[in-house]
């Protein structure tokens, strides 16, 4: 295949929030893309999805993308239980994988898709867009270079009510609950600004639907003097905040996580009392994650990936089931379990 030529995408839930709002655009603007097939559960949706992004075909099933001889390489929107099955399966058909974040439920299934990936000779790519936008990059390089001096602490909140009780993110077998949903946001830059994993946490949560947590609070302690909140809820007001304490200065940004091109300012607060604002490139994140995507596919196994390493994402798969066994035992203790 030509390095220029783009990479035939299939996408499998393609009606998903996610992929027709942010990623199925990106693709069409990308010269390095080419979306040909699309699957829903819903047909007559699919075929819409596939007229409005210029798609070949839409099938009526998501096998049916697998077996699409012209798709390379597939993206996986569906919700959180499915996507170690469906991971698995697009490895079986020789088909590189772009799967939505969080990658898995946990740091087995996580584990078992990475190997099924590595076995087939195909790659496995979390759509984690955020690590994608240069404020996230330049964030994540002021605290970690010193300039807040020796970090003490850092709180990390992505709030939102989700009051559509039949929501998926409500099932335990969907793979619900705030810390999958939200939670991984929160985590993921408290390990890249720690540089290593904590040596104790401690949750609480309250639950919601079939029992999944609807809100969860995390607090990790990574040594060293550094300790890190975590705040993730489907019922509180919408929020999202990154906050990194250091001996000289104090890191604020708002909405860290799902940011757009118009967010690209950053807050510090000095030990002076001075306030300094700061600004990052603007730019589409998703579309950036789709041309890395495409550069990967169509670049040497042996280029450095743009995409987070997987133990980066294995690490963040079980530092939820850390805080997750950390929230049942603080019920049993307390006989709410």
């Known amino acids: 295949m030509s390095p220029e030529a783009p990479v035939r995408w299939g996408v499998i839930g393609a009606t998903s929030w996610v992929a027709r709002v942010a990623v199925l655009p990106a693709m069409r603007e990308s010269p390095h893309a080419e979306v040909v097939a699309v699957a829903s559960r819903d047909p007559d949706a699919g075929r819409r999805v596939a007229a409005a992004t210029g798609a070949r075909r ?43 974040k969080p990658l898995a439920c946990s740091g087995d299934d996580a584990r078992a898709m990475q190997a099924a990936c590595g076995d087939a000779g195909v790659r ?8 994608f936008h240069p404020r996230h990059r330049a964030a994540v390089a002021v605290a970690r270079d010193g300039e807040l001096g020796e970090l003490r602490s850092m709180r990390s909140v ?26 991984v946001y929160c985590l993921t830059p408290l390990l890249e600004i720690a540089g290593r994993e904590p040596v104790g946490v401690a ?89 890395a995507a495409c550069a990967e596919l169509r670049g040497s196994a042996d280029a450095p990936s ?13 530092l939820c089931d850390r805080l997750r066994a950390a929230a049942a035992q603080a019920e049993s203790a307390r006989g709410g379990g």
């Open 124 to 131: 496995l790519m979390e759509a984690y867009m955020t690590a």
């Open 58 to 100: 839409a099938h009526p099933s998501y096998e049916g993308v697998l077996e699409d001889p012209d798709v390379e390489a597939v993206y996986i929107p569906l919700p959180n239980g499915l996507h170690r099955r469906w991971t698995e399966r697009a490895a079986a058909a020789g088909r590189h994988v772009l799967c939505e």
């Open 306 to 318: 743009r995409f987070r390493a997987p133990a980066d994402t294995l690490a963040v798969a079980a």
């Open 158 to 183: 992505f709030t939102f009510p989700l009051a559509d009780a039949a929501n998926h993110r409500w099932l335990r077998g969907m793979g619900g609950g705030a810390l999958l949903d939200v939670g």
């Open 203 to 291: 949750a609480a949560r309250t639950r919601g639907g079939d029992g999944v947590d609807a809100s969860l609070r995390g607090w990790l302690d990574f040594g060293g003097g550094l300790v890190a909140t975590v705040e993730c809820s489907f019922e509180a007001p919408e929020r999202q905040l990154l906050e990194v304490t250091g001996t000289d200065a104090v890191l604020s940004v708002e909405r860290p996580f799902t940011c757009g091109p118009a967010d690209t300012g950053m807050r510090l607060l000095h030990r002076d009392g001075g306030v300094e604002q700061r600004r990052s490139t603007a730019l589409n994140a998703y579309r950036e994650m789709v041309d």
